[in-house]
Each structure stands twice: as structure tokens, then as C-alpha cells.
């Protein structure tokens, strides 16, 4: 799968573009700031960020192929630059950050409380750090087997993604690092098995499975014709937080 294009058509998701824009507007971006993207993609939420005025936008993320895409997409901005990094040493002095988002990023990172640490070292004091999470455990579905669903969703976290429950321990993970949290829960809803199964991956984990012998292939072909045949349902747990420097 092109990683690229598949970051694209999720970040154009209707809930996609609500949390993004809600989690822009907290950022409460000024002409003075600089901003982080840490984990920034092909670029997704750069120009947004750019088009705020913010004095220095920096982009950083641990994979060359999304630096090279963001570079190219950002090319006309001179107020952003995009570095290779890893979230958990940030390639950025300490207290030199005004604002900073991670959108998406925890899932890949086994130890997220240095990714924590490493955004209140670089911070200022009056900072702000949005983050937004899903958590892969909590992803549902309808119609079909429920023991199925159980048994793709058990795979996934613990044979696809790395950190799959993450979100639900952003708020722990932060306050242990300094920070004070406001915490929202959602949960995107989406009614077309096609886009599910595209963004959920619900078809490529099934086989997986299967492949890994953890699923029977017949149960896994019924489950999935069950989902594409009709009125079709999936979500999840969303979890996105605003954080600030608090007393330890
Ligand atoms: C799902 S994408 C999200 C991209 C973007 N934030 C967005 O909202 O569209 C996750 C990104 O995090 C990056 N990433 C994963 N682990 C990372 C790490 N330890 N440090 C920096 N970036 C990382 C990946 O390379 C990928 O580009």
C-alpha cells in the first residue's frame, strides 16, 4: 500500500477534518510562535499550520520517504522546515517550542512516555501540545460475527501495531511528564465498508490472520461478506487532549 496516499484519504475523512481543525484551533496559534509537527507525515497538517503565520513551523518525522513528500509539498513556505527525527530525542533545543502537535504517531512507538518527557523538555512554560490518538482496541464493527470482529481486533493489536492501546493512557502518560490535560473522547463513526475498510485495514488484517492461523478463512471470508453486504457501521475511540506545563 502507498503509505502517502493512504495518510492522505485518512486526514480527508469528514472526522478527520473536524478533530483536525478543533485540535488547530486550541493550538491558538500566534505570528511570534514557533510550532512543532512531531511525527508530521507527507505534510498533512503543515501548510494549515504554515497558513496560521506562526514565525517557524518544523515538521519532524522518523521516516525518510514522508521528510522527502513533506519537503516537496512545503517547498514555498520558507517559515517551515521539515528534519528526520525520532519523537522520542526531538532533534530541537530545550524550551525553544511554543505549540507542538503528535497526530497519530503514539501507535508506532513502543515507549511513549519518552515522546512525552521530550515535548515538555523542548516546550516553554506558557506552551501547548495537542494530541490526538486512536485507540485499536476499541474498533467495532457491524453486522457480523462478533467473536470474528473480537478475533481481527485481538490480532491487530497484538501482532500489527506496535502500541495499539495507547490512547487510552495519553491523559496518564502526559500528567506523569508535567503536564495538565483536557481530555475528549470521540468516536468517529463510519457507515461505508469501503472507506472502513480501507482506513481500518479491516479486509488486509483479516487475512493476516488467517495467514498467521488465527482465524479460520472460511469464518474470515463470511465475516467480510457479511460487512460489505449491506447497512455497515465501524468506529472507534478517538481520544485527542490539550496539554499544558502543570506542577509535577
Ligand atoms: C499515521 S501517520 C500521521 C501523520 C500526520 N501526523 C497526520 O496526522 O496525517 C504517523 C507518522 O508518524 C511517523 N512516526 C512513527 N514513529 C515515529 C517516531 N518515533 N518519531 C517520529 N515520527 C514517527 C510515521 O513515519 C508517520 O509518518
Redesign the pocket.
Known amino acids: 500500500m502507498d503509505?502517502i496516499a493512504?495518510?492522505?484519504r485518512?486526514?480527508a475523512l469528514d472526522d478527520?477534518r473536524a478533530y483536525?481543525l478543533r485540535l488547530l484551533d486550541a493550538l491558538d496559534v500566534r505570528r511570534r510562535h514557533t510550532v512543532l509537527?512531531?511525527?508530521?507525515?507527507?505534510g498533512?497538517?503543515l501548510l494549515d499550520l504554515a497558513a496560521t503565520g506562526a514565525e517557524w513551523v518544523i515538521g519532524?518525522?522518523?521516516?525518510p520517504?514522508?521528510v522527502a513528500e513533506a519537503r516537496h509539498r512545503t517547498e514555498e513556505y520558507p517559515a517551515v522546515a521539515v528534519h528526520l527525527?525520532?519523537?522520542?530525542s526531538l532533534p530541537v533545543s530545550d524550551a525553544m517550542v511554543d505549540r507542538a502537535?503528535?497526530?497519530?504517531?503514539l501507535?508506532?512507538?513502543p515507549d511513549p512516555e519518552n515522546?512525552f518527557a521530550e515535548l515538555r523538555r523542548v516546550l516553554k512554560d506558557d506552551g501547548v501540545v495537542v494530541v490526538?490518538q486512536p485507540d485499536w482496541d476499541t474498533i467495532t464493527v457491524d453486522p457480523g460475527d462478533v467473536r470474528t470482529n473480537r478475533a481481527v481486533r485481538e490480532f491487530v493489536c497484538d501482532h500489527v501495531v506496535t502500541n495499539a492501546t495507547v490512547g487510552r493512557r495519553v491523559a496518564r502518560l502526559a500528567e506523569d511528564a508535567g503536564f495538565t490535560v483536557d481530555l475528549r473522547i470521540t468516536t468517529p463513526v463510519l457507515r461505508d465498508f469501503a472507506t472502513a475498510d480501507d482506513i481500518l485495514g479491516l479486509g488486509r488484517n483479516a487475512e493476516r490472520a488467517v495467514r498467521a492461523g488465527q482465524l479460520d478463512a472460511d469464518e474470515a471470508a463470511e465475516w467480510l461478506r457479511t460487512l460489505a453486504a449491506g447497512r455497515f457501521l465501524a468506529t472507534f475511540m478517538l481520544f485527542t487532549a490539550v496539554l499544558r506545563p502543570g506542577s509535577r
Open positions: 503509505a493512504y495518510m492522505d485518512a486526514a478527520a483536525k509537527d512531531v511525527g508530521c507525515g507527507p498533512t497538517d519532524i518525522d522518523a521516516d520517504l514522508m527525527g525520532d519523537a522520542r502537535r503528535v497526530d497519530r504517531v501507535h508506532y512507538v515522546v490526538a
